[in-house]
Structures are given as C-alpha cells and as structure tokens.
C-alpha cells in the first residue's frame, strides 16, 4: 500500500481525533465533576482488572484490549467508515476528559510522564487502524457504485494493519506496562 493512497484517510482521522480531545478536555475545564465520572466508570471497567497483576500480564491485557479497539475500528470501515469515525470520536473524548482531569490534578508534566513513553506508538495505531477504516469504508462505497474492488482493497488494508498497527500495539502495552509505571513517581 503506498503511504500517498493513505495520507488523506491519516490526515482525517488525526483531525477527528484531535478535535475530539479537545471537545473532552474542554467539557471537563467547564465541569470537573464529568471527568471524575468518567474517570470513576473506567476504573471501575478497565483499570480494576489489571492493576494487582504483573508487568506481563499488564502487557498482555493492555495488548489485547488495544488490539480489540483497533480491530473494530477497521472493520468499522465496513459501515462505510460510520463507526470508525464513532469509535475514534468516543475514544478521543475520554482521552481529552481523563487528560484534562488530571491536568487539573496533578499538572502538565505528569499527564506528559503518563501518555507520551506508550502513547507515540498507541496513538499512531489507533489513528492508522481508523485510517484503514475509512479506506475500506470508502472502497466499499466506490464498489456499491460499480467501481473498485473491496474485497482486494480489504486483503491489502488488512495486510497493512498487520505489519504497522500489531506492532506498534505491541510496543505500547510493553512501554505502558514496564516504563510508563517508572517514569510517572519521577514527576509525581
């Protein structure tokens, strides 16, 4: 797949995704008690089944839900891209509400610890997994309309997620699980 086909479908889903995180950030600078809601249903949904296990457990369940994610957000693409740009606008919202909460709590650097180690290999998959759903969205549509080929353009996206997003995944849940933990009591 040539990255030239796939810049505009990247370009697009940062631009959701960016916007998004903001539309979060600034619900929760306007009324901080969403963002402990939200922050309380996650908890409570994601984080209180991992944090008593090991750092390769973590990992592994970190892996595997982010996979999950970025899984539906490809095949979100067969609804020709709708819930693609649902699932990455939802996921950018609760990520502009928890950074925005605990901006407010514990400041600027310490969300920058949390994020950034995992989050310059998380972000770029979650944003190439919505890129090839809005491709194979869009090579759905242009088939409807009796152009393309979707079933090929599915085997190459599809080829696409396993070699860029799988690894980056990868690499994000090991960070997220080992470093990411390391660094945040240096700034706390």
Same mark, same amino acid.
């Given at each position: 797949?040539?990255?030239?086909?796939?810049?505009?479908?990247?370009?697009?889903?940062?631009?959701?995704?960016?916007?998004?995180?903001?539309?979060?950030?600034?619900?929760?600078?306007?009324?901080?008690?969403?963002?402990?809601?939200?922050?309380?249903?996650?908890?409570?949904?994601?984080?209180?089944? $991992?944090?008593?296990?090991?750092?390769?457990?973590?990992?592994?369940?970190?892996?595997?839900?982010?996979?999950?994610?970025? $899984?539906?957000?490809?095949?979100?693409?067969?609804?020709?891209?709708?819930?693609?740009?649902?699932?990455?606008?939802?996921?950018?919202?609760?990520?502009?509400?928890?950074?925005?909460?605990?901006? +407010?709590? +514990?400041?600027?650097?310490?969300?920058?610890? #949390?994020? #950034?180690?995992?989050?310059?290999?998380?972000?770029?998959?979650? $944003?190439?997994?919505?890129?090839?759903?809005?491709?194979?969205? +869009?090579?759905?549509?242009?088939?409807? +309309?009796?152009?393309?080929?979707?079933?090929?353009?599915?085997?190459?996206?599809?080829? #696409?997620?396993?070699?860029?997003?799988?690894?980056?995944?990868?690499?994000? #849940?090991?960070?997220?699980?080992?470093?990411?933990?390391? $660094?945040?009591?240096?700034?706390?």
């Amino acid at each position: 797949m040539s990255e030239p086909r796939l810049l505009p479908a990247i370009i697009a889903s940062l631009a959701i995704f960016c916007l998004c995180i903001g539309i979060g950030a600034l619900a929760v600078w306007q009324d901080p008690a969403l963002g402990e809601r939200v922050l309380g249903v996650l908890n409570e949904e994601l984080f209180a089944d $991992i944090l008593d296990d090991s750092p390769a457990l973590i990992s592994l369940k970190l892996f595997l839900n982010n996979l999950g994610a970025c $899984i539906i957000l490809f095949l979100g693409g067969a609804s020709a891209g709708l819930l693609t740009v649902v699932i990455l606008a939802a996921n950018g919202v609760v990520i502009g509400v928890v950074t925005e909460l605990v901006r +407010q709590e +514990q400041g600027l650097l310490y969300v920058a610890a #949390a994020l #950034a180690p995992h989050g310059i290999f998380e972000i770029p998959a979650f $944003i190439t997994a919505s890129a090839l759903g809005l491709m194979l969205g +869009q090579a759905l549509l242009l088939e409807l +309309q009796g152009g393309g080929n979707a079933a090929g353009s599915a085997g190459e996206f599809g080829s #696409a997620f396993v070699r860029v997003v799988v690894p980056l995944l990868a690499i994000a #849940a090991v960070v997220e699980a080992f470093i990411t933990p390391a $660094i945040i009591p240096l700034v706390a």
